[in-house]
């Protein structure tokens, strides 16, 4: 069984910091990309960063300069470091792997969620 396991969320004034933690556990073979997505009020789940296995990371254009996304292999972990935060980044944060479990196949987890707001 195989979980992602987010922590971190909370209300943080404009201008404030917070840092998201997720970690996997279970009966895991391998882990590849790693990263995290929100979804606001009303909106879609959108991309927020995504890091490789190699530790190459991407970014939407929205958060460029002010997230910064990381992981520990040895620990299973991904965290995204949240600068700068603003109103608009009002979301539920939400932590995803592709995740080979043992003697199975590939395939995306989800976290269950973290909410994070930011007040003006």
């Known amino acids: 069984q195989v979980q992602l396991v987010e922590s971190g969320g909370g209300l943080v004034q404009a201008g404030g910091s917070l840092r998201l933690s997720c970690v996997a556990s279970?009966?895991?073979?391998?882990?590849?990309?790693m990263g995290w997505y929100r979804q606001a009020p009303g909106k879609q789940r959108e991309l927020v960063a995504v890091?490789?296995?190699?530790?190459?990371?991407s970014y939407a254009e929205f958060v460029k300069g002010r997230f910064t996304i990381s992981r520990d292999n040895a620990k299973q972990t991904v965290s995204l470091q949240m600068n700068s935060l603003n109103p608009e980044d009002t979301a539920i944060y939400f932590c995803?792997?592709?995740?080979?479990?043992?003697?199975?196949?590939?395939?995306?987890?989800w976290g269950q969620g973290t909410q994070v707001t930011v007040s003006s």
């Open positions: 279970g009966s895991i073979a391998s882990i590849g990309n």
């Open positions: 890091i490789t296995s190699g530790g190459s990371s």
């Open positions: 995803y792997s592709v995740i080979r479990a043992r003697f199975s196949s590939s395939r995306e987890y």
